[in-house]
């Protein structure tokens, strides 16, 4: 049977949305990014759905002086301010869900989350597995969210992750669904992470615990911006060869290197984990609540080819300069 999908703006009127639904939308102007935004955002204040924007700080003073004097009634937070990690933005939403949804009208909540892309290679990568992600850790919620992706900075990958990723996306203003959606389950990983520049930088973790922080913090020490810095990111690293060792990994290759401002560490290990491995509604260990505390960027991932942690913090010379 067809089924006509309405336009990003209307929903039937009075009925709650069917579950987490999840939207990309590709935008190349101003004008189109506020074709889909405003009329999402103020059909949503109609029907008396909570609001929450979260987007570029250009694009938040676009929608604030289209929507004029409803500007007060929508919730709007820069991205580089929010949910700056997939797993941090997947549960700020969840929160604002529960938080609002016994005073909605229709139990959902809309959200348009642009989410701030900058970073290493690794971190675009984690963005990608989030938004697959998202339709499995959002999917009990009843938030309808619509994902904008820039496509006069963002390079074709990402732009076609977008196609992939989300189950609808609204293009000239209506909804469509996606024919080149990929569920998360068959989504697959990232594979097997870059390797360090050299084997010098390599160490290959074997269960000594005392050598492979010893190794971190070698390396850290000449970037981070102090002596307690590093202390911390060692252990950060060490609760996540801790959480290795709680799901039997007791081999992985390890490497720290600068990136994009920061020092990163990378551990990797042949050998996935069971179960799903991303950290946030679905915590993956109990061991990584101080790893995610200390860190500015945290990300794992598993999937056949394996089990990947990623830590960083910002970078800087010792000397705090």
Known sequence: MHRTTPAAGSAPEGAPEAGFRHQGCLYGSDAEFLAMAV????????????????????????????????????????????????????????RYWNRHRATAPTGAVRVLAEPARAGSPGEEAAWQ????????SLAGTHIWMICPYDTRTL???????????HPECVVDGEVRPSGEFTAPAEAGGSGEPAPPGSAA???????????????????????????????????????????????????????????????????????????PAFYGL???????????????????????????????????NPDGA
């Open 201 to 275: 930088d390599l160490f290959r973790f074997e269960g000594d615990l005392v050598a492979v922080r010893r190794h971190v913090l070698e390396r850290a020490s000449a970037l981070l911006r102090s002596e307690n810095t590093v202390t911390l990111f060692g252990v950060a690293v060490g609760e996540a060869i801790a959480y290795l060792l709680e799901h039997g990994i007791d081999r992985a290759a390890v490497w720290v290197r600068p990136a994009a401002g920061r020092v990163v560490c990378t551990l990797h290990s042949d050998r996935p984990v069971d179960g």
């Open 129 to 136: 597995r989030a938004e697959a992600e998202f339709n499995v």
């Open 282 to 316: 679905r915590p993956a260990g109990a061991g990584l609540w101080m790893s995610d505390r200390i860190c500015e960027w945290l990300d794992v991932s598993s999937d056949a080819a394996g089990c990947t942690i990623e830590l960083a913090m910002t970078a800087g």
């Open 155 to 165: 390079d074709a990958g990402a732009v076609e992750h977008a196609r992939r990723a």
């Open 39 to 94: 009329p999402f955002a103020q059909e949503g204040l109609r029907r008396g759905e909570p609001v929450l924007v979260t987007t570029t700080a250009a694009n938040l003073g676009l929608l604030q002086a289209a929507v004029g004097a409803d500007t007060d009634r929508i919730a709007f937070a820069e991205s580089a301010y929010i949910g700056r990690r997939p797993a941090k933005l997947a549960d700020a939403l969840h």
